[in-house]
Nanobody
Framework: QVQLVESGGGLVQAGVSLRLSCAAS????????MGWFRQAPGKEREFVAA????????YYTNSVKGRFAISRDNAKNTVYLQMNTLKPEDTAVYYC?????????????????WGQGTQVTVSS
């Protein structure tokens, strides 16, 4: 089992930055692909970003490319999502997730463990 706890969300104005953190505990953290998803009210949970276990490969949904950056510190068992130039449409609950998939996990069913989520609200 892997336990994931997100932090760093909040209410901010458009254009500013936030950094989300996800602390992992339980089984060995390193072998997992880690990802961030988000879910806005009335919408399905959507993929935001993912990072390989080494941190050498990252993947993003098109709407956040160039604005968001995912990273991980395996020594701290923590994954981060740096969000810059936030927009009102980024408003959602953001979830951290861990995957054992050997390929590139970009759908919710590719992930085995989930955090409880952290709310990000961007006002215009």
């Amino acid at each position: 089992q892997v336990q994931l706890v997100e932090s760093g969300g909040g209410l901010v104005q458009a254009g500013v930055s936030l950094r989300l953190s996800c602390a992992a505990s339980g089984r060995t953290f390193r072998p997992y692909f880690m990802g961030w998803f988000r879910q806005a009210p009335g919408k399905e949970r959507e993929f935001v970003a993912a990072i390989s276990w080494s941190g050498g490969s990252t993947y993003y949904t098109n709407s956040v490319k160039g604005r968001f950056a995912i990273s991980r510190d395996n020594a701290k068992n923590t994954v981060y999502l740096q969000m810059n130039t936030l927009k009102p449409e980024d408003t959602a609950v953001y979830y951290c997730a861990a995957s054992r998939l050997l390929g590139i996990p970009t759908t919710t069913r590719d992930y085995d463990y989930w955090g409880q989520g952290t709310q990000v609200t961007v006002s215009s």
